[in-house]
């Protein structure tokens, strides 16, 4: 199983801040990761696709980045919407999602 | 726009069987591009995939998960469906269906999710 590891598992900031989730896969997935956002009680929703590609309707203030084994998302300016759950997922064998990263209000 | 709805039984006792099935609604399951995929979320925790199957019927399992996991497709109901066998309290989890279009592809489309509890 490839494994996925996020960092930070929480992430305190404000709005208007720049912020910046890191993904490690385990072995070399080339571009396949994908990251999505979840709030309290709600399914996760796709934000980026193959590293760096913005799902359809999703603000340009989100960004991705990285190959191989590390990737990073970043929000360039918080807004208040943000303030949620972050995963990063491989497909290049199977699906494996990170432990996730909670964005929480400074 | 594709919709999925999860149903089935809210709680089940250990060492039954879990039984949820997936109606899609707004697309239809025999597309060459759907897949149909399982993924759960234990109370506070992360996401895990289950297993997943294509609309010919081929399926992919989590191998740690492998020997209790079986996924099918009714294509006659727009449906797919997930038995899980031998279950535990550690099986307690929200379970989300969600949609995608290869091997090579997240997950575009989900349902909202239906908790599943094991207690007798």
């Known amino acids: 199983d490839i494994q996925m590891t996020q960092s930070p598992s929480t992430l305190s900031a404000s709005v208007g801040d720049r912020v910046t989730i890191t993904c490690r896969a385990s072995?070399?997935?080339?571009?396949?990761l994908a990251w999505y956002q979840q709030k309290p009680g709600k399914a996760p929703k796709v934000l980026i696709y193959?590293?760096?590609s913005l799902e359809s309707g999703v603000p340009s203030r989100f960004s991705g980045s990285g190959s191989g084994t590390e990737f990073t998302l970043t929000i360039s300016s918080l807004q208040p919407d943000d303030f949620a759950t972050y995963y990063c997922?491989?497909?290049?064998?199977?699906?494996?999602f990170g432990q996730g990263t909670k964005v929480e209000i400074k | 726009q594709l919709h999925l709805q999860e149903s089935g039984p809210g709680l089940v006792k250990p060492s039954e069987t879990l039984s949820l099935t997936c109606t899609v609604s707004g697309g239809s399951i025999s597309s060459s591009t759907f897949y149909g995929g399982w993924i759960r979320q234990p109370p506070g925790k992360g996401l895990e995939w289950i297993g997943s199957?294509?609309?010919?019927?081929?399926?992919y399992y989590k191998p740690s998960l492998k020997s209790r996991v079986t996924i099918s497709v009714d294509r006659s109901k727009n449906q797919f469906s997930l038995k899980l066998s031998s279950v535990t309290a550690a099986d307690t989890a929200v379970y989300y269906c969600?949609?995608?279009?290869?091997?090579?592809?997240?997950?575009?489309?989900w349902g909202q999710g239906t908790l599943v509890t094991v207690s007798s």
């Open positions: 193959k590293t760096s």
């Open positions: 072995q070399s997935i080339s571009s396949w």
């Open positions: 199957i294509y609309y010919s019927g081929s399926t």
């Open positions: 997922q491989q497909y290049n064998d199977y699906w494996t």
């Open positions: 969600a949609r995608h279009v290869g091997l090579y592809s997240p997950f575009d489309y």
